[in-house]
């Protein structure tokens, strides 16, 4: 057994392949090229949101989009959100850029009302461009 099968073991539920019209493979590619290594915290947010609302099949498909990033490289590994987002825990003025060097990205999704709508409205975007 591989140190990364170790670390994630499998989902205790068939995750959702499709979402919003959208598919869980072209959110990973979405999310990989536009966030880079912040790619699965954005997935793992979209997972915690989706859950926090009960949301059970947006959970499941963000949950899978986020083990598909952490299983595809070790790269892809959890970075903390922005301090705004856990004010107490982080100093003043840290932020974490996108892949593309645009400050505040990853800091205006997570303060987005549905960070899972707000990623899915970028992916269609993106697909239609």
Not at 19 to 48: K, M, N, P
Request: charged share 20%; net charge neutral; glycine share 6%.
């Amino acid at each position: 057994m591989s140190e990364q099968s170790a670390a994630l073991p499998s989902l205790p539920f068939a995750p959702v392949d499709v979402c919003d019209g959208i598919h869980a493979a072209v959110a990973f590619e979405v999310l990989r090229d536009q966030y880079s290594l912040q790619a699965a915290t954005i997935a793992a947010w979209c997972a915690i949101d989706a859950r926090s609302h009960g949301d059970e099949v947006r959970y499941r498909f963000w949950f899978g989009v986020f083990c598909d990033l952490r299983k595809a490289s070790p790269v892809f590994s959890l970075l903390p959100p922005t301090a705004s987002k856990l004010r107490p825990f982080f100093p003043e003025g840290t932020d974490l850029l996108s892949a593309r060097g645009r400050g505040g990205d990853v800091d205006r999704l997570l303060h987005s009302k549905d960070i899972g709508s707000a990623i899915i409205r970028q992916i269609r975007s993106i697909i239609e461009n």
